[in-house]
């Protein structure tokens, strides 16, 4: 069946660190994925998508490719923030026929230090 | 634009009670997912709404319910509950215009069974 595989975490960093949060994917179809992320206390704000192989998502300095060839969404940050803390889920939509559903990864969390 | 609105946001129940929780989704919005997200088993889907009509539905058992008015507004309600029903449990809504699309988050509610 269709699933995400995260890296496990924490992911510990000093501020201005590069960041990196490994995502892979196994799905029969075409699905567009996404990365969300949930700081303590709070719902998931979608932090960036990508619908089609190639394509990249970006927001807010984080970035993410589509590689089908490696069937990859890893989530990228150049300098880290403390403020960058929060829990980083890794997403795909079930692309069985007419369906929002979303499939998750188990979640990396990202401690961020001054 | 407002955002998904959830309520009530924290609760606590005893085991055999009943629940029932509200969302209501961004304005436009067709279409509301539930989900359930605890430590153990991580984000897990309950069940998706469109147009008044159940399209989708996750492994849970029967005792998790749900309904969609014809404002798009939903509830869900959990019958007789045990204390493995303690989580969170978010709500996310889409414009659906196709499959696949970007769904939204509310902050959810957090339901404690004791």
């Known amino acids: 069946g269709n699933s995400v595989t995260q890296m496990e975490g924490p992911v510990t960093l000093s501020e201005e660190a590069f960041l990196t949060i490994n995502c892979t994917y196994t799905?029969?179809?075409?699905?567009?994925l996404f990365w969300y992320v949930q700081y303590p206390g709070e719902g998931l704000q979608l932090l960036l998508k990508?619908?089609?192989?190639?394509d990249k998502g970006s927001n807010k300095g984080f970035e993410a490719t589509y590689r089908k060839e490696t069937t990859s969404f890893h989530l990228e940050k150049g300098s880290v923030q403390v403020s960058d803390s929060a829990v980083y889920f890794c997403a795909l939509s079930d692309p069985s026929y007419n369906t929002d559903k979303l499939i998750f990864g188990t979640g990396t969390r990202l401690q961020v230090f001054p | 634009k407002a955002g998904v609105t959830q309520t009530p946001r924290y609760l606590i129940k005893t085991r055999g009670q009943q629940v029932t929780l509200s969302c209501s989704p961004i304005?436009?919005?067709?279409?509301v997912s539930w989900y359930q997200q605890t430590p153990g088993q991580g984000l897990q889907f309950l069940f998706e709404?469109?147009?008044?009509?159940?399209?989708n539905k996750g492994n849970f058992p029967g005792r998790f319910s749900g309904r969609q008015f014809s404002n798009s507004r939903s509830e869900m309600n959990v019958s007789t509950l045990e204390l493995g029903d303690s989580a969170l449990y978010l709500c996310?809504?889409?414009?659906?215009?196709?499959?696949?699309?970007?769904?939204?988050f509310g902050p959810g509610t957090r339901l404690l069974v004791l």
């Open positions: 799905a029969t179809g075409y699905p567009s």
């Open positions: 304005s436009g919005h067709r279409s």
């Open positions: 996310a809504s889409s414009v659906t215009r196709e499959a696949q699309e970007t769904q939204y």
């Open positions: 990508a619908t089609k192989a190639d």
């Open positions: 709404y469109f147009s008044e009509t159940q399209r």
